[in-house]
């Protein structure tokens, strides 16, 4: 089936440390969702993308859906030892479809 | 909080028994999504519900059915089962169920042990 390619697979960094992940797919994209799951929880949405080349931003987060639209990334500015967890890159590849395919996950890990 | 509510939390039982995984998902929200995370495979789309019709199918065995009944609320049987079927199951829900904007919520999880 459809999958992503999600990188790194983990992230060793110090506090105060900014934090890049990314997505690629050979699929075209939809819409583009980054998730956060903390251990023993459900995936939290963090960002949704819409548009090829849209660049948001929640809080100190940012992600842009690629031009392609077959790629994303997500950053996390000034990391803090709460952002500890695994980050998932989520794609739709079409309007009628709304299941989502997921990437393998970025587990990020915070030096205070 | 995102509102989806699963139940129950934690599931252990034998191979060859049927357990039911309930899902009630955010009020206003007609779609329900079941998913599977294990380690190997990741978060894999199992099924989809709208508004209590199924409207597609993913990666789902056979031994596994589901339903989304009038209330909206949403039950994953699995039965038959195998050690392999040990994993997270979680149910996701968004308004529609398709189209732009189709943000999904994720429920906390059921996590279930096969012995």
């Known amino acids: 089936g459809q999958q992503l390619n999600q990188s790194p697979q983990s992230m060793f960094i110090q506090e105060g440390e900014d934090v890049s992940m990314n997505c690629t797919s050979s699929?075209?994209?939809?819409?583009w969702l980054w998730y956060k799951q903390d251990p023993g929880e459900g995936p939290v949405l963090l960002i949704a993308?819409?548009?090829?080349?849209e660049l948001t931003s929640n809080g100190r987060l940012t992600a842009q859906f690629g031009i392609t639209r077959k790629d994303s990334f997500l950053n996390i500015s000034a990391s803090i030892p709460s952002d500890v967890g695994i980050y998932f890159c989520?794609?739709?590849?079409?309007?009628?479809?709304?299941?989502?395919?997921f990437g393998k996950g970025t587990k990020l890990s915070v030096k205070p | 909080d995102s509102g989806v509510t699963q139940t129950p939390k934690h599931l252990i039982t034998a191979t060859g028994q049927r357990v039911t995984l309930r899902c009630s998902p955010r009020?206003?929200?007609?779609?329900v999504y079941w998913y599977q995370q294990s380690l190997d495979q990741g978060l894999q789309f199992l099924i989809q519900?709208?508004?209590?019709?199924?409207?597609a199918k993913g990666n789902i065995l056979e031994r596994f059915s589901a339903q989304q009944f009038p209330d909206l609320h949403s039950e994953l049987n699995l039965s038959s089962l195998e050690l392999g079927d040990s994993a997270l199951y979680f149910c996701?829900?968004?308004?529609?169920?398709?189209?732009?904007?189709?943000?999904?919520?994720f429920g906390p999880g059921t996590r279930l042990t096969v012995l």
């Open positions: 996701a829900s968004s308004v529609l169920g398709w189209g732009a904007y189709n943000e999904q919520f």
């Open positions: 699929s075209i994209f939809n819409t």
């Open positions: 993308l819409y548009k090829a080349g």
């Open positions: 989520a794609g739709q590849l079409g309007r009628s479809q709304g299941n989502l395919i």
């Open positions: 009020s206003g929200d007609l779609s």
């Open positions: 519900y709208y508004n209590g019709e199924e409207r």
